[in-house]
């Protein structure tokens, strides 16, 4: 029996949803992001790349690829390897490429300041062998090739403690 003027009570609103579930997640992810950016940028640090500058590598490692590019007679890699603002010496190199019968690093890379070294090289070509000396400098954080010269020339490598003598 029902009253007049009288009606039933809505339903109770339905309960809201509990949410503990997408608050551990979205916490959780906040977690890992913060763990990956650390590690990411500042130790190890594996998201920066690798030290280009390397000075133990670097200059050794395109002394060392100069040669393997007279060696092959690549002019594309020696191309590669040059410096933007690299002297004709190169150039003129690089086109003379196809004459080198071989090439071979000629001691140690010398440093002459933290952003250059230089290294000699022993080139065979059309039956005589001379040094010539290659100055290797950062350029955009990477190692090039700038100029070659005659081993002979005052531009050869010396320590710093070596004179020139007369």
Not at 95 to 107: H, M, T
């Amino acid at each position: 029996m029902t009253y007049p003027g009288w009606q039933y009570a809505p339903p109770p609103p339905p309960p809201k949803p509990k949410r503990t579930g997408l608050w551990v997640g979205l916490t959780f992810a906040a977690a890992v992001l913060l763990a990956l950016l650390i590690t990411g940028f500042v130790a190890p640090g594996f998201f920066l790349g690798k030290n280009k500058l390397d000075p133990a590598a670097g200059p050794s490692k395109t002394a060392q690829e100069i040669v393997d590019g007279l060696n092959h007679q690549d002019k594309a890699s020696l191309t590669g390897l040059k410096c933007a603002d690299a002297v004709s010496n190169v150039d003129s190199a690089v086109r003379a490429v196809d004459k080198v019968d071989s090439a071979s690093v000629d001691g140690a890379v010398v440093k002459v300041s933290e952003t250059e070294y230089r290294s000699t090289m022993q080139v065979s070509s059309q039956g005589s062998t001379n040094p010539f000396v290659n100055t290797i400098v950062s350029e955009n954080e990477h190692w090039c090739w700038k100029n070659i010269s005659n081993g002979d020339s005052s531009d050869s490598p010396r320590s710093p403690t070596t004179t020139k003598s007369a």
